[in-house]
């Protein structure tokens, strides 16, 4: 036998080795049922090495294509045809090995403004080292999760974009977003896995340790964290805040009034004056006109006479006026430090950083329900920070910023946060958050309970939201989504052909497809334990993890998630089967609600059969929608209505370029709310400057919670003048500074618009 060398695919040469072909279909053979005999695999390797004898070199490809010769010409012909599938399967490997690296060379050496994969994720800087790192890992992970973890099944539908798979590099770590409950998680004190932090004892430590929680519970998972009683949460740091303010005014006062002697010692002060003042009876008001206000200063006025006649035998000739300025400065001086607490919070969503350094916390705060005093300071400060913005008066994107509307707490008049609903719309107005969730919407109402904070529909990220739960107490706080797969409903309705038969043979097929796959996704990671998420298990954030030890499994508490299927596109899917979409026709819109309609009672079926919180999604797909018009658009070619734009209508949306009133829009979408019961959101645009006439931005508002809408926003042009940091409506020309829109040596001043997220 000549055969000394054989050429691999890379162009490398390596010697010759029969065991490789013996092993190769041995290996087919084995996938076949054994069919063949040991003496038949030895003699089809001679046959084949018999067929290559005279050569002094050859190459991999044209080995196989004999041993595919040879197995056909034995009349093996099932081991023939998985002996094609193992080499087709590993020619796909290789093709993607290829693409892999590809990525990189791309993550290593592109800017993001060149390439599309350092831009998918608008959260992390890919052209930093970490999100380099970051981006890396999360292709390599993906590209090992599409090759060697995910079945053919679901790859090839994830490939040929019938679905997408969301966060498919985190699939094997962990599930994606949470509700933190602030109250229960800094009870005590709590970990980060990297030092114990004491119970915050002020508004300017709960705000701290407000945005630590987050950017902890981001490193154990990987979509949006959320807080979902932030004004509820606050107002306990209010409250410390204010009693510590009442004792370092007291002392400041009796300093003032008899001299720093008798008072230098803060501690033993603290001590005398705490065991008269009557904190029960003494808290933070916001005005005069409050009675407890009146009764806040008696009790001021009774600590110090105790004082001053008991401990320090003094006169308490002053003690009235002392007390009235006592509890007045202790009152602004709360109102001043919850000011600046809720400042730097702002500031710090927007510019602390998670996942190794490479990207800001996608975070949300919920607010608005609680009625207290604090709670009110909370909300309206908070506020009061979104206005002002960032630094040169940016639009802080972090964290998104959602107002719950309620009757009889703060949506009409004479309701105790009625003033704070105003403010909030005035907000919006110019900086496009707060948005606005509707508690009073009936799906929602259901589970609400006057005073209970857990009882109100918050939202995580920008839509997802939980609140039933079949295994365990229906709230809002401590539980999460785990993940959500999307179809991409055009493509099925393109398929079917204007047959709707056809297309819910189709749709029922995918439907059952998510389901399986995620079923699959959570038997990997319910293997998982505690100390694989130290804040988000260890910690207790998860509900029901607190009973667990580092080495238990989190698969019992997982039974508090939900799990949902998602749809985008269906604008150009009732295109593709009736020739219009729902903001255009009732029939349209009759199916459409049908088809949303179905998932939804597909996904409450799987509840009921399994006892797990399944739920139908109007999934946030913008860079989704994109993916899938691409893929729709390639094969399917140029289809008016359908695939000639560059994103699909995401997920249940009239389409943004469809001409129609707000009231019109706010009457087709608001139905389907009912039905996405893992999350949705209604965009209204409105031209011009809102802030001039909140009036009609408050209508709009109204008219969407009046529509029984469940989660919404109104998108309006902010610009801002990069130079002289003026935010609002800009023309031709910056109303502060003056500047134009024209280059001016190096420096070009653009006109930059908030994105929406249509």
């Known amino acids: 036998m000549n055969l000394k060398t054989v050429t691999k695919r890379s162009g490398h040469?390596?010697?010759?080795?029969?065991?490789?072909?013996?092993?190769?279909?041995?290996?087919?053979?084995?996938?076949?049922?054994?069919?063949?005999?040991?003496?038949?695999?030895?003699?089809?390797?001679?046959?084949?090495?018999?067929?290559?004898?005279?050569?002094?070199?050859?190459?991999?490809?044209?080995?196989?294509?004999?041993?595919?010769?040879?197995?056909?010409?034995?009349?093996?012909?099932?081991?023939?045809?998985?002996?094609?599938?193992?080499?087709?399967?590993?020619?796909?490997?290789?093709?993607?090995?290829?693409?892999?690296?590809?990525?990189?060379?791309?993550?290593?050496?592109?800017?993001?403004?060149d390439t599309d994969l350092k831009r998918d994720n608008a959260n992390i800087n890919t052209d930093a080292s970490m999100g380099i790192m970051l981006k890396l890992g999360a292709e390599g992970a993906k590209h090992f999760v599409d090759n060697y973890v995910l079945d053919e099944e679901y790859a090839e539908a994830d490939r040929e974009n019938y679905i997408h798979i969301h966060d498919k590099d985190f699939s094997l770590i962990t599930f994606n977003c949470c509700q933190i409950d602030l109250l229960k998680l800094f009870h005590g004190g709590f970990s980060t896995g990297h030092g114990f932090l004491r119970e915050p004892n002020s508004i300017r430590a709960y705000a701290s340790l407000a945005c630590i929680a987050i950017q902890s519970n981001q490193n154990d998972m990987f979509g949006g964290q959320s807080i979902n009683a932030f004004d509820y949460a606050m107002a306990e740091g209010v409250r410390k805040s204010f009693r510590k303010a009442i004792f370092d005014e007291a002392h400041k006062a009796l300093i003032y009034r008899f001299g720093m002697d008798l008072f230098r010692d803060y501690g033993a002060f603290k001590k005398v004056f705490g065991e008269h003042l009557a904190m029960d009876r003494c808290h933070f008001t916001e005005n005069d006109d409050d009675p407890k206000a009146k009764e806040g200063i008696e009790a001021v006025v009774e600590a110090l006479d105790a004082i001053l006649v008991d401990e320090y035998h003094k006169p308490t000739t002053d003690v009235v006026v002392d007390a009235?300025?006592?509890?007045?400065?202790?009152?602004?001086?709360?109102?001043?430090?919850?000011?600046q607490a809720m400042e730097a919070l702002i500031h710090n969503f927007n510019t602390l950083h998670s996942r190794a350094g490479a990207q800001v916390p996608f975070s949300s705060i919920n607010y608005g329900m609680d009625t207290s005093p604090e709670g009110r300071l909370v909300i309206s400060e908070v506020l009061n920070a979104i206005w002002a913005g960032l630094g040169y008066g940016e639009t802080p994107i972090f964290p998104i910023s959602v107002f719950q509307l309620k009757a009889g707490v703060n949506y009409n008049p004479g309701d105790p946060n009625y003033d704070l609903f105003l403010k909030a719309c005035k907000v919006s107005a110019k900086r496009l958050f707060p948005n606005f969730v509707n508690i009073d919407a009936p799906y929602n109402l259901q589970y609400y309970k006057p005073g209970d904070y857990n009882s109100c529909v918050a939202t995580m990220g920008c839509r997802t939201r939980v609140m039933s739960n079949v295994n365990g107490p229906e709230e809002s706080g401590s539980r999460g989504n785990f993940s959500s797969t999307t179809i991409n409903l055009p493509k099925l309705a393109i398929e079917a052909k204007g047959d709707k038969k056809k297309f819910f043979e189709l749709y029922d097929h995918y439907i059952t497809l998510c389901h399986d796959y995620l079923l699959e996704r959570l038997h990997v990671i319910e293997q998982k334990h505690v100390y694989n998420y130290p804040f988000l298990m260890g910690q207790g954030v998860w509900m029901g993890s607190e009973k667990l030890k580092p080495t238990d499994s989190i698969k019992d508490v997982l039974k508090h998630a939900s799990y949902s299927i998602g749809f985008c596109g269906l604008a150009e899917c009732l295109v593709a089967l009736t020739g219009k979409h729902h903001g255009e026709s009732?029939?349209?819109?009759?199916?459409?609600?049908?088809?949303?309609?179905?998932?939804?009672?597909?996904?409450?079926?799987?509840?009921?059969?399994?006892?797990r919180n399944w739920s139908t999604f109007g999934t946030p797909a913008e860079s989704t929608a994109g993916q899938f018009q691409r893929a729709n658009r390639k094969k399917y070619g140029i289809i008016p209505g359908v695939t000639d734009r560059e994103y699909m209508t995401n997920s249940s949306h009239v389409p943004v370029y469809y001409p129609i009133k707000a009231i019109d829009k706010?009457?087709?979408?608001?139905?389907?709310?009912?039905?996405?019961?893992?999350?949705?959101?209604?965009?209204i645009e409105m031209d011009g400057d809102p802030s001039?006439?909140?009036?009609?931005?408050?209508?709009?508002?109204?008219?969407?919670?009046?529509?029984?809408?469940?989660?919404?926003?109104?998108?309006?042009?902010?610009?801002?003048?990069?130079?002289?940091?003026?935010?609002?409506?800009?023309?031709?020309?910056?109303?502060?500074?003056h500047r134009k829109e024209v280059s001016r040596g190096h420096i070009v001043v653009p006109r930059m618009k908030a994105s929406c997220c249509e």
């Open 13 to 113: 040469t390596v010697p010759y080795n029969r065991e490789k072909i013996y092993h190769a279909i041995a290996g087919a053979n084995a996938d076949g049922g054994n069919t063949m005999s040991e003496k038949d695999v030895d003699e089809v390797t001679s046959q084949v090495e018999w067929d290559i004898k005279d050569r002094d070199n050859v190459s991999v490809e044209e080995i196989q294509d004999i041993v595919e010769q040879e197995l056909m010409k034995y009349d093996f012909y099932d081991i023939a045809k998985k002996y094609i599938t193992y080499r087709q399967k590993h020619a796909e490997r290789r093709a993607a090995q290829k693409h892999l690296m590809e990525s990189y060379r791309d993550i290593f050496f592109a800017d993001s403004v």
């Open 324 to 339: 009235n300025n006592i509890y007045h400065l202790a009152c602004a001086d709360v109102v001043e430090e919850t000011h």
């Open 586 to 611: 009732e029939e349209a819109q009759k199916l459409g609600l049908e088809i949303v309609g179905h998932m939804r009672a597909r996904t409450d079926a799987y509840t009921e059969a399994e006892h």
């Open 666 to 683: 706010i009457r087709i979408e608001a139905p389907y709310h009912a039905l996405e019961n893992a999350g949705h959101i209604a965009y």
């Open 692 to 737: 001039k006439n909140v009036k009609a931005f408050e209508a709009v508002v109204r008219a969407m919670h009046d529509a029984n809408m469940g989660y919404f926003s109104i998108n309006h042009p902010v610009d801002r003048d990069p130079v002289c940091g003026y935010t609002g409506i800009i023309e031709n020309e910056c109303p502060h500074c």
